[in-house]
């Protein structure tokens, strides 16, 4: 008996939380995608964990659309990473060959159709765990949108340094 690939990314991701085979392709992943070896809209977003303080870094589909970037829980709201990037005050770190300082701002309802849709679209991963079809109509996507947070991501501006003391 085969699984499809729908049915296997459910089984990973069973309750919402990934099994241990999940967390451990979920490191593996982090990893390329901090180092840039993968398409450059798979990244790594390390944020501190809101009761360890230890970095969690978790792979995740970068979507653009209209010159935005945006990141997308395929999971819904009761992530770790989300809870963390909320208690973290939205900021955040991505990586992807280089280090980047993000404030990822909280998409309001309303406009998350489009991102969401366009997620789906660059993360077959996701797919199964959205529940809409790709090539379903905006209107599809709008019935997931409650219950999809995303997130535009907004470059930090450079912090300035201060001359080394002698």
Same mark, same amino acid.
């Given at each position: 008996?085969?699984?499809?690939?729908?049915?296997?990314?459910?089984?990973?991701?069973?309750?919402?939380?990934?099994?241990?085979?999940?967390?451990?392709?979920?490191?593996?992943?982090?990893?390329?995608?901090?180092?840039?070896?993968?398409?450059r809209r798979l990244v790594t977003l390390e944020v501190p964990g809101?009761?360890?303080?230890?970095?969690?870094?978790?792979?995740?589909?970068?979507?653009?659309?209209?010159?935005?970037?945006?990141?997308?829980?395929?999971?819904?709201?009761?992530?770790?990473?989300?809870?963390?990037?909320? @208690?973290?005050?939205?900021? *955040? !770190?991505?990586?992807?060959? %280089?280090?980047?300082?993000?404030?990822?701002?909280?998409? /309001?309802? #309303?406009?998350?159709?489009?991102?969401?849709?366009?997620?789906?679209?660059?993360?077959?991963?996701?797919?199964?765990?959205?529940?809409?079809?790709?090539?379903?109509?905006?209107?599809?996507? @709008?019935?997931?949108?409650? *219950? !999809?947070?995303?997130?535009? %991501?907004?470059?930090?501006?450079?912090?300035?340094?201060? /001359?080394? #003391?002698?």
């Open positions: 008996m085969t699984m499809a690939r729908g049915d296997y990314h459910r089984w990973m991701y069973r309750g919402g939380r990934p099994n241990a085979w999940a967390r451990w392709q979920n490191r593996l992943s982090a990893w390329l995608h901090a180092r840039g070896v993968m398409p809101r009761v360890s303080g230890r970095t969690a870094a978790v792979p995740l589909v970068l979507a653009e659309l209209d010159g935005e970037r945006y990141l997308v829980s395929m999971l819904g709201d009761r992530v770790n990473w989300v809870a963390n990037v909320r @208690a973290n005050d939205h900021l *955040a !770190t991505l990586r992807h060959g %280089v280090i980047e300082a993000v404030t990822l701002e909280e998409v /309001p309802q #309303a406009l998350r159709p489009r991102v969401i849709q366009r997620y789906v679209q660059v993360a077959p991963g996701g797919r199964p765990h959205i529940g809409v079809d790709r090539h379903a109509p905006l209107k599809a996507f @709008a019935a997931v949108a409650a *219950a !999809t947070p995303v997130f535009r %991501v907004r470059a930090q501006p450079p912090q300035p340094t201060r /001359p080394a #003391a002698r």
